[in-house]
T-cell receptor, first 116, second 115 residues
Framework: KNQVEQSPQSLIILEGKNCTLQ??????????LRWYKQDTGRGPVSLTI?????NTKSNGRYTATLDADTKQSSLHITASQLSDSASYIC???????????????FGAGTRLAVHP | NAGVMQNPRHLVRRRGQEARLRCSPM?????VYWYRQLPEEGLKFMVY????????ESGMPKERFSAEFPKEGPSILRIQQVVRGDSAAYFC?????????????FGEGSWLTVV
């Protein structure tokens, strides 16, 4: 069964500190892996997208890594800010048939709270 | 801002009524996806539509739920005879091509409350 599991479920850190969120998946075949940020009451916003051949990708203070062999990804947030408080969702894309269509499989997310 | 537009943002329905949720994709996008998010849970895929076609509806409940994306106008997610368990946030997303490699863009969601 295709699954995406994230840890920890929730995390509290102090402003200015770094943190790393984990994502393990069993999706196969695999097209790409995405990280989204979802503020409370809002829609998800894309942070990064990586194919199986990419090991790392950065977007400002966000750095995602991918190990396609072990099927693990991480999202590292540097110098956290209060506005980083949100849910961070790992999403794995799997091909659906041969028509170029993909299905997105969402993790349950990690809820990050950044405290002053 | 020509982002993905969803309306209504909030909808309250009594049990047994119908709920209609609308989604206008970003300009130039012909692929639309609907997701449901229950409280404290991740997004769950419901249906993927291209103009006038349903590509994948494997996530749609067999009864009471339907979706369309007509040639003209927004995509509609329709829930008939709503029950309390239908209370959730419903997100629409769109992409210009099948989202094999590209980003898909989400709307801000429609929150359905069934009383």
């Amino acid at each position: 069964k295709n699954q995406v599991e994230q840890s920890p479920q929730s995390l509290i850190i102090l402003e200015g500190k770094n943190c790393t969120l984990q994502c393990n998946y069993t999706v196969s075949p695999f097209s790409n892996l995405r990280w989204y940020k979802q503020d409370t009451g809002r829609g998800p916003v894309s942070l990064t997208i990586m194919t199986f051949s990419e090991n790392t990708k950065s977007n400002g203070r966000y750095t995602a890594t991918l190990d396609a062999d072990t099927k693990q990804s991480s999202l590292h947030i540097t110098a956290s800010q209060l506005s980083d408080s949100a849910s961070y969702i790992c999403v794995v894309s799997a091909p659906l048939g041969t028509g170029g269509y993909n299905k997105l499989i969402f993790g349950a997310g990690t809820r990050l709270a950044v405290h002053p | 801002n020509a982002g993905v537009m969803q309306n209504p943002r909030h909808l309250v329905r009594r049990r047994g009524q119908e709920a209609r949720l609308r989604c206008s994709p970003m300009k130039g996008h012909s692929h639309v996806y609907w997701y449901r998010q229950l409280p404290e849970e991740g997004l769950k895929f419901m249906v993927y539509l291209q103009k006038e076609n349903i590509i994948d509806e494997s996530g749609m409940p067999k009864e009471r739920f339907s979706a369309e994306f007509p040639k003209e106008g927004p995509s509609i997610l329709r829930i008939q005879q709503v029950v309390r368990g239908d209370s959730a946030a419903y997100f629409c997303a769109s992409s210009p091509t099948p989202q094999r490699l590209g980003t898909i863009y989400f709307g801000e969601g429609s929150w359905l409350t069934v009383v």
